[in-house]
């Protein structure tokens, strides 16, 4: 079906009918919509690109205070980090050391490494880094906290039994206003073998009838020194520490009494293989001699330690 359309002729100066076919006008139609649509795409395009809508400005401006918020977690994790690191420090030089517990090893400590994150498989950006740290370091943080709270749990058992352990542990001279160490611990000629043998403990000269005291808390032994040590006091104090007493001219303590720091025990001697009246004194730790002078340090002033350190140390002839 054609439709009737007139358009004007200049030639021969009259309106001449044209025939359109319909196919023509809906070509023209496709043609005014394709292009206006394409110039509609277009304008949105730009407004697209160049403005941002209130919901992206919202939305930009909320991601950058996450943003600034993740930075600020991130730099508390860090600083609670030198601060556990700090009490970590103490507890093991100082707390442990006190109580004579190990320190922990470092790798026990620090559980860094070895740690994954859920967000490894995610493409990095800032956002995502910044949640990876936090995520490794409050990680680290939890582990290191547990080991520290472990590690203070333990401390605080030794704490409780911390007086007795005091009360144990040799720390004062066992002759008042000692005299002289003359012979030191270690390798020392004997007096009668006249070899060079291990001495174990030191000689402290002294009159005969000199006042012998118990240097810590414990139970007289009723274990049997050797020969040599004459009359003699063996005292356990617990926490594997011992102290004997050897020359004695007399003791006046029985194997199971209970005995107290600075209690009278006995009075010095010369029984046994002793070259002249004297005190023989021996710490054993863990069942090992070790060296008493280093117990003498709750009664004396430095000076006196070290005069009698130093005096302990000569390489002389031990009284056995
Ligand atoms: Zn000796």
Redesign the pocket.
Same mark, same amino acid.
């Given at each position: 079906m054609a439709r009737n359309f007139y358009f004007f002729n200049p030639d021969t100066m009259s309106f001449e009918q044209a025939k359109l076919s319909v196919w023509t006008i809906v070509k023209r139609i496709i043609w005014l919509v394709t292009t206006a649509i394409a110039f509609a795409i277009f304008v949105l395009w730009i407004a697209f690109y160049l403005f941002d809508s209130p919901k992206e400005k919202m939305l930009q401006k909320e991601n950058n205070e996450l943003k600034e918020q993740l930075r600020a977690i991130n730099k508390n994790l860090e600083v609670m980090d030198v601060v556990l690191e700090d009490i970590q420090d103490r507890d093991d030089q100082v707390y442990r050391a006190i109580f004579e517990a190990e320190p922990i090893p470092l790798e026990t400590r620090n559980p860094w490494f070895n740690l994954t994150t859920r967000y490894d498989s995610i493409p990095q950006s800032e956002t995502v880094k910044l949640l990876k740290t936090i995520d490794l370091k409050t990680k680290g943080l939890f582990i290191k906290l547990k080991e520290e709270r472990e590690s203070l749990d333990s401390l605080l058992l030794l704490a409780e039994n911390k007086n007795d352990m005091l009360a144990a542990i040799p720390a004062i001279r066992p002759i008042k206003n000692m005299y002289n160490v003359t012979?030191g611990f270690g390798l020392r000629i004997h007096p009668i073998l006249k070899t060079y043998r291990k001495?174990t *403990?030191?000689?402290i000269t002294a009159p005969r009838g000199t006042p012998i005291y118990a240097t810590a808390d414990g139970t007289v032994s009723r274990q049997q020194a050797a020969m040599g040590y004459g009359t003699n006091v063996i005292i356990d104090h617990g926490f594997s520490y011992q102290t004997l007493y *050897?020359h004695l001219s007399k003791k006046i303590v029985k194997p199971g009494q209970k005995v107290k720091r600075g209690e009278l025990i006995g009075y010095v001697g010369n029984t046994g293989l002793s070259m002249g009246p004297h005190l023989?004194y021996e710490v054993w730790k863990n069942g090992i001699p070790v060296n008493p002078v280093q117990f003498f340090t709750s009664d004396i002033t430095p000076e006196e330690y070290n005069a009698i350190l130093e005096s302990s140390k000569k390489v002389n002839q031990?009284?056995?």
């Open positions: 012979s001495h *403990g030191v000689d *050897g023989h031990a009284l056995s």
